[in-house]
């Protein structure tokens, strides 16, 4: 079967699925992640996308159970994912002498609370197909919530552009013009855990965060600005991608994992150029 | 040295406390400086001169006592401040020119910006601070002086009331410092400037104040006002050498009677 015929047939939507998902992922592989990078926050980005996991379990638990009924486990998912988010933004905020330890805490109870709850769920869904995705679990809900998540980054991220240049830039001077730089904080690490969810099912809880910081990585390499590097690492996203699907799909292989290793390459291959 | 009499009260200490935990760096601090000033605050490192500059600014706030800038309370005022920081090697990877980091002086808050009119002051600061041919390139990719000279467009481009300068003669060489020094000339009188610097002998001659902090002196943890006098034999590369020595044995009071209230 050919790949790109394959696209267009009706029958199998799961690879259409799976390509406009992965269109709506750039967006915020590239518009998010190139933040993340300049704010440098990818460890803080990492610890949320893992501690997601228990908010995924428990989510998948009280929904399975029924114990709230009709709870729907994606916006279970998400609440635990806020909280986890505005608990991670208060421990790095606040306790700064400790927050290494505290965070790297956070990070393991909630992958812990992730396995033990979704073990207890009836059931039992297998935790593999959250951490490393699973692109045939992409439904079109998921990616309705996926473009809106979508386009309320692209209009955060243009509305308050020069606001957020500046709270990454220069921090100090920020707060000297009246910007609230610990509520743009707050915000980007909910919109990061957010992405998290919706992300996992393209790329997984692991690798996420690798896709937040391949692509825009590799743009820092030759933009000369934040606008710019955040419009060719999410070209870059599409890229990486259509070629880690292409890949996974003739060579039979876990696509998530395809879409990281052809990212990273191209991101070892730029470092390597540019330490000559 | 001129003295500026029945001025407007710029920044006015009154008791002010502060300590980092145990760490007491300011004791009962009470000073004031008028607008239109040139004022140099001096200090050995560790003597608590950018934590004052972190109070001016409404970075932090103090444990006791209270302090104005323009009669406002710090928070609210510092938009009318225009501050160029010491650190100028800001991220090294970050990707910005220079011309987007002169337009980061023109935020306010969450607002939004009025293109035509930031225009036309992004213009004038990169003017009058010589960089117009550096505006498209990449701030990091800049010399240390040229740097400096960026972040003195940035703090400029608001048209501030007072510029706060923390240690501005630090990496630069001497014909970006002759620069900065002529610019500072033109703006004395038009803005209140604040200086803070480590060299606790010598200060620009366009300083009108000196107020010297910290440990090295007789008060404790505390902000003395003392006289100046001009010096004519010190090398030509020291703040382009109009120079001042700072006479630590005066000690002039700080009274409130010189201003308008």
């Known amino acids: 079967m050919n790949f790109f015929t394959e696209l267009f047939n009706p029958s199998v939507p799961f690879i259409r699925n799976a390509f406009i998902a992965s269109l709506l992922s750039s967006v915020l592989f590239g518009v998010l992640g190139s933040i993340v990078s300049v704010k440098r926050i990818a460890g803080l980005a990492g610890a949320i996308s893992h501690a997601v996991l228990g908010g995924i379990g428990i989510a998948l638990f009280l929904s399975v159970n029924k114990i709230i009924p009709n709870f729907p486990p994606i916006l279970g998912a998400i609440i635990f994912a806020v909280i986890t988010a505005i608990i991670i933004a208060f421990v790095s905020l606040k306790a700064k002498q400790r927050e290494d330890t505290v965070i790297n805490a956070l990070w393991a109870i909630g992958m812990s609370v992730g396995v033990v709850f979704i073990a207890k769920t009836p059931e039992y869904v297998d935790p593999m197909s959250y951490l490393f995705g699973n692109i045939l679990l992409i439904s079109n809900e998921s990616l309705i919530l996926l473009a809106i998540l979508d386009l309320i980054v692209l209009f955060l991220s243009i509305r308050y552009y020069r606001q957020i240049e500046a709270s990454a830039f220069d921090e100090e001077f920020a707060r000297t013009r009246g910007i609230n730089t610990d509520l743009i904080f707050v915000i980007l690490l909910i919109v990061t855990a957010i992405s998290v969810v919706l992300l996992q099912t393209f790329v997984g809880i692991v690798m996420v965060i690798a896709m937040l910081t391949l692509p825009s990585g590799t743009s820092a390499y030759f933009s000369k600005n934040l606008s710019g590097m955040m419009i060719s690492s999410t070209a870059l996203s599409i890229l990486f991608s259509f070629s880690g699907l292409f890949l996974s799909w003739q060579l039979n292989l876990p696509s998530g994992a395809m879409v990281v290793i052809v990212s990273g390459v191209v991101f070892l291959l730029f470092s390597l150029i540019k330490l000559k | ?261």
């Open chain 2, 1 to 261: 040295m001129i003295r500026i009499k029945e001025h407007k009260v710029a920044i006015q200490f009154n008791d002010v406390y502060f300590s980092y935990g145990d760490i007491e760096v300011l004791r009962d601090v009470s000073f004031h400086i008028h607008e239109g000033e040139f004022v140099t605050l001096v200090g050995a490192n560790g003597a608590g001169k950018t934590t004052v500059l972190k109070l001016i600014l409404g970075l932090v706030d103090p444990q006791r006592g209270k302090i104005e800038v323009f009669g406002k309370s710090p928070q609210y005022a510092s938009i009318n401040v225009g501050y160029i920081p010491q650190n100028i090697n800001l991220d090294s990877n970050f990707p910005i020119t220079v011309e987007e980091v002169v337009k980061m002086g023109l935020l306010n808050g969450f607002y939004r910006e009025k293109p035509m009119k930031s225009l036309e002051d992004v213009e004038r600061a990169l003017e009058i601070a010589d960089i117009k041919d550096l505006r498209k390139r990449s701030y990091t990719a800049l010399s240390g002086g040229q740097r400096r000279r960026v972040l003195v467009a940035r703090a400029l481009v608001s048209n501030p009331r007072m510029l706060v300068l923390d240690e501005p003669t630090a990496n630069m060489d001497v014909e970006s410092e002759r620069k900065l020094f002529s610019v500072l000339g033109d703006l004395k009188r038009k803005t209140t400037i604040l200086i803070v610097t480590h060299d606790t002998g010598f200060v620009s001659a366009l300083t009108d104040v000196v107020l010297c902090i910290g440990k090295s002196f007789e008060k404790m943890h505390n902000v003395i006002r003392h006289a100046l006098e001009p010096v004519k034999d010190k090398p030509s590369d020291l703040y382009s050498g109009r120079v001042a020595r700072v006479l630590h044995n005066t000690e002039l009071p700080d009274n409130l009677n010189c201003c308008l209230r």
